[in-house]
């Protein structure tokens, strides 16, 4: 176990929910609690006031990004990830199996780790379980993943099951690998939605003197009904264990929701400043859609509830034009209300499990986002 590395929880009277307390050298989280996605040692568009700004308390890193650009000894030259990107709170880093999953064109899996080409010129790279964990005590995270095999949960149960006990050996792997002892390492629970698989995954990276679990493998092609079963599945096969709980991948409001009561903590995602770039606000009315001509002539906020920089200054009509215009400014106010809406709704829903009102904000946010024809 990382020596300054604590976690601390409490129970709700909403399902499995928990309000809880990350402690990290870096600074403590409060959750359940949502990390915007710095893939490239930046959070796209947004300076470290701007995550501030938002109330932004941990960003995620990525490994396979940064080695490969500017490299993790590069960084570590500059003084580790924190000091390189400017950003003083604390960071979690995947270990790169998602970003080999994305290129399995490009991949061969074997045994003792992963060959792939780079997406950036061909080169050949090799990813082995030591070596993720190599590249992110370089970086200097506050929270490193251990490397694992991700695969489409849709593949039949041998595939699937054949990934994840390849993921337990390699689990192992890292335990023996990791060698800093301020950096927290958590382990991830595959199988797929394959319920028996789970079981035995959760039992088997439970076991493991890892600092969190992490449930990988969901939000990649499988539907809203089998990733629900499934957080069920590993909840219940979890039981009373007290570490904490990080859902890999998944970030819409309604997500966020369904998975805290599930007894989730940590949650990462790309889509918050992903669809802020095509236009597609999150507000508290639901999807607003800024490249509609109906939002052209608006003068309203974009959302009446938000103090972010884009709600406090500007018009929808404001940003309509500037995506119209193809003005980087676009992205940047969309992407910084994207992230407040969604570090407000974590607020919201911490202080809903506190006072006994979550069933009401789930079914409010749930009913503004119940379907893509929600966009306005």
């Known amino acids: 176990m990382a020596e300054t590395f604590a976690f601390s929880s409490r129970e709700t009277t909403s399902g499995l929910a928990r309000l809880g307390t990350l402690t990290t050298p870096h600074g403590s989280i409060d ?3 949502f990390m915007p996605v710095g893939t490239q040692a930046t959070v796209k568009s947004l300076t470290p006031g701007d995550l501030h700004a938002a109330g932004v308390q941990i960003i995620l890193a990525n490994t396979y990004h940064l080695s490969l650009r500017p490299g993790h000894e590069r960084i570590a030259r500059l003084g580790g990830l924190h000091r390189f990107m400017g950003w003083d709170g604390p960071i979690l880093t995947d270990s790169g199996g998602f970003q080999v999953f994305s290129l399995a064109h490009l991949a061969r899996v074997d045994d003792d780790g992963i060959t792939f080409a780079s997406h950036l010129d061909g080169t050949p790279q090799r990813l082995t379980p030591e070596r993720a964990i190599e590249i992110q005590e370089a970086l200097g995270s506050d929270i490193a993943m251990a490397f694992d095999q991700l695969v489409d949960a849709t593949l039949p149960p041998a595939e699937v ?45 439970a076991d493991l003197p890892f600092d969190g679990i992490a449930i990988g493998g969901l939000s990649v092609g499988e539907s809203k009904s089998e990733m629900a079963a499934t957080l069920g599945v590993v909840a219940e ?15 819409t409001p309604p997500d966020l929701l369904a998975a805290v009561t599930q007894g989730i903590d940590l949650f990462d995602c790309v889509l918050p400043t992903r669809v802020a770039r095509n236009g597609q606000l999150w507000t508290s009315l639901g999807r607003l859609n800024l490249r509609n001509a109906r939002f052209l002539d608006d003068p309203t906020p974009p959302d009446p509830e938000c103090s972010c920089e884009a709600c406090l200054n500007h018009s929808r009509a404001y940003l309509a034009h500037l995506f119209r215009a193809e003005e980087l400014l676009a992205y940047r106010l969309a992407s910084v209300h994207n992230v407040t809406y969604t570090l407000r709704l974590m607020r919201q829903i911490r202080e809903a499990l506190a006072d006994g009102s979550f069933a009401s904000l789930r079914d409010a946010v749930t009913a503004h986002y119940r379907s893509p024809e929600a966009v306005r």
């Open 31 to 33: 959750t359940p609690q």
């Open 161 to 205: 099951g054949a990934a994840m006990e390849r993921t337990h050996r390699w689990a192992e792997r890292c335990l023996a690998a990791h060698a800093r002892p301020e950096q927290a390492l958590f382990g991830i629970v595959q199988g797929g939605v394959d319920a028996d698989l789970r079981r035995r995954s959760v039992a088997a990276v």
């Open 237 to 251: 096969a979890l039981g009373a264990d007290r570490r904490p709980r990080y859902l890999m991948g998944v970030g």
